[in-house]
């Protein structure tokens, strides 16, 4: 697993390419509007720079779940308090499939996750809650 570094608002691998940028906070913001339009219990899959997580506590929801599975990443949420403010999960999102609830909202943006449709389908049909 290649290393992550933080710098200037921004997360890059050790290769210098951008995992996520600041410029994204408007784009989080939105999607945080829509995944937490009912307050209910939100999973967030993939923490990077924490910005939709950030909005996502702004709409106090019922419940805050963030899956994450790079250590550099890991080591940040830790140090920012992340494990105080929401239900905080170590590991490929995979893995704890067969252990989650179900959520009113799911965001899943992932670096490098190359896992087949069927997986993200499994993801939604069974820990999505209707309506």
Known sequence: MKKYFY???????????????????PVMKKVSDLICFN???I???????GIVDTYIQEHNPSSHTIIERHPDVIDKMKLDGWEEKSNC?????QDFLNV??????IYLDTWYDNRSP???????DEHLKVG
């Open 89 to 93: 999960l170590f590991g490929g999102w």
């Open 7 to 25: 710098k200037d608002d921004n997360l890059y691998d050790e290769d210098g390419k951008s995992v996520m940028m600041g410029w994204e906070r």
């Open 100 to 105: 989650m609830g179900q959520f009113d909202g």
């Open 43 to 49: 999973l967030n899959i993939g923490f990077g720079m």
């Open 118 to 124: 069927k997986i993200v389908k499994k993801l939604i």
């Open 39 to 41: 307050k209910g219990d």
